[in-house]
């Protein structure tokens, strides 16, 4: 097993973070290394608290997210508000732990990027996780305890590494922030010897 950690930081409410989470964990096939996905609370302000200059930036962003998206038959559809996914986000943990990060974050992305996941709703991540085989139950258990603790954990792992954005690939403290930075990241590990 790979003992070279590359941190991928990412949250749901990100089409960026969407368009790197599968090329992110697949680096695993490519290098030796052991990707390691954490949650980070993107922090974005809603419509009518953004100046006019970042409501430009905004609807570009989504217009070259949706570019991005296209080729590889993703749906990404704007939001109509900013959630806070901190609920889906510790699903996420929940499930990692259980083994099935990968099928259950990107049915999560789906279903919120096509408007079909409230991700701040505790009954629509539990049958998220009920539909990964896992239980429901567990789920809000750990939502309500233990959780917490780890999503806490995540956010101060977050600010020591001073994330600011997602998604974020850090490699040896070097950050690579944007799915499109991912081919920097593979130079950066290919210099490394980690090429398989």
């Known amino acids: 097993m790979a ?31 052991r990707v ?42 704007s939001q109509l508000k900013v959630y806070d996914t901190r609920i889906a986000l510790i699903g996420g943990l929940f499930v990692q732990k259980r083994h099935c990060l990968l099928p259950f974050n990107l049915k999560v992305y789906e279903l919120f990027w096509k408007r079909e996941l409230v991700p701040d709703d505790p009954d629509q991540v539990a049958a998220v996780v009920a539909e990964m085989g896992l239980s429901a139950d567990e789920y809000r258990v750990y939502l309500a305890g233990e959780g917490a603790a780890d999503y806490e954990r995540a956010q101060d792992e977050a600010a020591a590494d001073h994330i600011f954005g997602v ?30």
């Open 3 to 33: 003992t070279t950690e590359v941190k991928m930081y990412s949250d749901y409410k990100s089409p960026f973070a969407y368009l790197a989470f599968e090329p992110g964990l697949e680096l695993e096939n490519r290098y030796d290394v």
């Open 36 to 77: 390691r996905w954490i949650p980070f609370q993107l922090r974005v302000k809603d419509k009518g608290q953004r100046s006019l200059y970042s409501e430009y930036k905004t609807r570009y962003s989504y217009l070259d997210a949706r570019r991005w998206a296209a080729s590889r038959g993703l749906v990404i559809r």
């Open 167 to 196: 998604p974020i690939f850090v490699f040896e403290d070097e950050p690579f922030w944007g799915h499109d930075r991912l081919p920097v990241l593979e130079e950066r590990l290919a210099e490394a010897g980690l090429k398989l």
